[in-house]
């Protein structure tokens, strides 16, 4: 299948959007529901108005693409020990003050859109490098959801799979048809408290609740979660409790969750790195309340990176980094005792590789 978008003005045509009079538009792609005049742009900037009709104006354009560990995304569940080839664009629909990929997550000039790609170069280029698919990341996907259909739809026609790392802001009008093809995802959950949201991130806490109940519950998407710990934020007792029951109860308890490690960075230059000790914590409080699959990041332990059979209690998977080791599964099951482990892990890890490629 050969896909071919007519552009108007160099721009795609939007998906997910309504006129709304005197040639304000609104867009419902996520739950901002920005209301859109002439000439202007949503709040994730890539989404703009131009005489009463609403584009895409990242269609087909990239800050570059990279061939990285599935377990940078982080994916531990997810063909562990495989490559994927990952490209984002710029903008979000997030406003963290945190925000680790600031330098393309903030910008607003089409100026840092180096590379243009059709969906057939991408999942060209995937092949060539013997990747297990295609990672939409490093921005946030949802704002060019246009562009990850038509890659995604490719993609999984030849045989490829597709990776959504998400902060799941998401409205329930337009998930359904963007996640269509979508095989695995990452959701960032920021925190566990609708305070946090709306300061830190000018969003808000439910609708990412919504996403990942409907993932879980609706879906055949492979899902992890990842939270980034930051102190003084989200690292209380009660947050990190509250947070794990939502997962263990609301979700499934063997969702793994990735709890990863602050350091200072966009506007909170003044906050100080996550200790060690805050992730071993969370973690130990994760597993308390019944969470099976628990994992550490951002950090250089051992600690948190090994995957352990929950019915016998021995290690199945073995991580140095991005070294990935599987010498205790046979196909998807543990072979001591035989247990189904959660997760698809049907190849075989490929060494030895780079943390990543820039293509």
């Not at 949201?197 to 879980?216: A, F, G």
Request: hydrophobic content about 35%; aromatic content about 12%; proline content about 6%.
């Amino acid at each position: 299948m050969k896909i071919v978008k007519q552009k108007e003005n160099g721009y795609c045509p939007a998906r997910w959007w309504r006129p709304l009079g005197n040639g304000k538009v609104e867009c419902y792609l996520c739950p901002r529901y920005c209301r859109i005049p002439v000439g202007s742009h949503g709040f994730c900037v890539v989404r703009e108005n131009h005489g009463g009709k609403l584009y895409s104006t990242v269609y087909e354009r990239t800050t570059g693409l990279a061939v990285d560990p599935i377990e940078k995304k982080p994916l531990y569940h997810f063909y562990p020990g495989t490559q994927i080839l990952s490209f984002g664009t710029i903008g979000c629909n997030l406003g963290c003050k945190f925000c680790q990929n600031w330098h393309i997550s903030k910008v607003r000039h089409q100026v840092y859109l180096t590379h243009e790609c059709t969906a057939e170069s991408i999942v060209w280029k995937a092949r060539e490098h013997n990747c297990i698919g295609i990672a939409y990341t490093y921005n946030e996907p949802t704002i060019f959801g246009e562009w990850v259909m038509d890659v995604a739809r490719l993609a999984r026609e030849r045989g490829l799979k597709n990776v959504l790392v998400t902060n799941g802001y998401v409205s329930p009008n337009a998930r359904r048809e963007l996640y269509r093809d979508i095989d695995a995802v990452n959701v960032d959950l920021k925190a566990f408290t609708e305070a946090f949201y709306r300061k830190l991130t000018l969003s808000r806490l439910d609708p990412v609740l919504d996403t990942l109940r409907w993932l879980v519950h609706e879906t055949d998407v492979w899902v992890e979660i990842t939270t980034l710990i930051i102190p003084g934020k989200n690292d209380s007792e009660r947050e990190l409790d509250g947070l794990t029951k939502f997962v263990a109860r609301e979700l499934n308890p063997d969702v793994p969750v990735h709890f990863t490690a602050f350091h200072p960075d966009f506007k909170m230059l003044d906050h100080l790195p996550t200790p060690v000790e805050t992730l071993f914590r969370a973690r130990d409080i994760a597993r308390r309340n019944g969470l099976n699959y628990v994992y550490t990041g951002n950090i250089f332990t051992s600690v948190g990176q090994k995957t352990v059979c929950r019915h016998c209690g021995k290690m199945v998977i073995h991580r140095n980094i991005y070294y990935v080791q599987k010498p205790n599964m046979k196909g998807n099951c543990c072979s001591f005792c035989g247990y189904r482990i959660p997760g698809h892990f049907g190849r075989e890890p490929v060494h030895p590789r780079k943390q990543s490629i820039i293509l």
